[in-house]
């Protein structure tokens, strides 16, 4: 790389450490300027998502305020149909969108199809190391935990469960435990930190407690607020959702616990490929993180932390990385199997 060859050769001639920054942090202004100069001639992004349609409008309008020059347009859709859409666009030999943010159990297949590009945003020096790929191919926008709910008004705070093991020892209490049928994201980061044999012996005894399958994390929060199900295995900042609405429902972090992610990504064939890099940068910014934020969403930026931090910080963490799709794959076939759901 030509700036860290530039930094050796001044280091060297004995260019004091403070010079040698300042050369850095002008040549990233001035290749940053270059790319915006480009971008502005590029005139247009298009960008690919499944955020909520009003935070999406939001996130674009932000964008367009700090690029004016630039005619932002975004598209909607759930991850499915985000995902058949780039693949039509693919078979058909035709590039639209310049970057897309979905969920992460896809970007294998895009990786292995040539359909995103490594982008090294100068904004992923704020991201952990875990919320990232060492290519620049995706970096998380935003984080999905997985955590442990439980009714206010059902179970008293000295009785929630705050490890996985203690989660068997309320088989004597009776309590009722909404999981996702859908739950393998579980399986597939226990296997991640403990190995397949542990994981596969601690989900098949909790399948033998009063376990209730269901689909969908926000009805579920939704059901144990309403005193459904004492107990939860669901994504925390749907829980947190509901409690900031003022409903009998809180959670805790079971360790390690399970993150997934959302990431963005940068497509090979962008149309405005300048456009879309600084997209890129725009959203995985302090500006755009803080937006994102004020939607509710469990933020990874370093200086911006989701409301509360604990919903992403103060706890062991497993990452489940989009790579390994393939053994989310092959867990969503256990998984089941595990809770009879085949």
Do not use: C
């Not at 940068?281 to 370093?302: A, M, W, Y």
């Amino acid at each position: 790389m030509k700036v860290t060859r530039l930094f050796i050769d001044h280091a060297r001639k004995g260019v004091s450490g403070l010079l040698v920054l300042g050369l850095w942090f002008a040549w990233v202004g001035t290749a940053y300027s270059a790319a915006a100069d480009v971008a502005k001639a590029e005139g247009e992004l298009v960008w690919w998502t499944t955020m909520a349609q009003d935070q999406s409008q939001k996130v674009i309008e932000a964008f367009m305020k700090k690029h004016p020059s630039i005619k932002a347009t975004y598209w909607r859709s759930g991850s499915n149909g985000v995902h058949n859409k780039i693949m039509t666009e693919s078979r058909a030999n035709r590039h639209s969108w310049d970057v897309v943010t979905y969920t992460a159990e896809f970007v294998l297949e895009l990786k292995q199809r040539k359909l995103i590009a490594a982008y090294d945003s100068p904004e992923r020096r704020n991201y952990s190391e875990d919320l990232k790929d060492d290519k620049g191919y995706w970096t998380a926008v935003y984080a999905l935990p997985i955590g442990l709910g439980y009714n206010t008004k059902l179970v008293k705070k000295e009785e929630v469960p705050r490890s996985y093991d203690a989660l068997l020892e309320t088989k004597k209490r009776g309590w009722r435990i909404s999981i996702d049928n859908e739950g393998e994201s579980l399986l597939a980061g226990l296997i991640q930190a403990w190995g397949r044999d542990k994981a596969v012996r601690y989900l098949t005894k909790l399948a033998t407690q009063n376990v209730v399958p269901g689909r969908g994390n926000t009805q579920r929060a939704q059901a144990t607020a309403a005193g459904e199900f004492p107990l939860l295995i669901a994504y925390t900042h749907s829980i947190e959702w509901f409690k900031l609405q003022g409903a009998p429902i809180d959670w805790v972090n079971l360790e390690p616990a399970v993150v997934q992610v959302n990431p963005v990504m940068l497509a090979a064939n962008a149309p405005h490929p300048n456009a879309g890099k600084l997209f890129v940068d725009f959203i995985l910014s302090k500006e755009g993180q803080t937006l994102l934020q004020s939607f509710h969403r469990v933020t990874t930026h370093n200086e911006v932390k989701p409301n509360p931090a604990r919903l992403i910080e103060g706890f062991k963490r497993v990452v489940l990385y989009p790579e390994d799709h393939q053994t989310l794959v092959e867990s969503a076939k256990l998984y089941k199997k595990i809770f009879g759901l085949q």
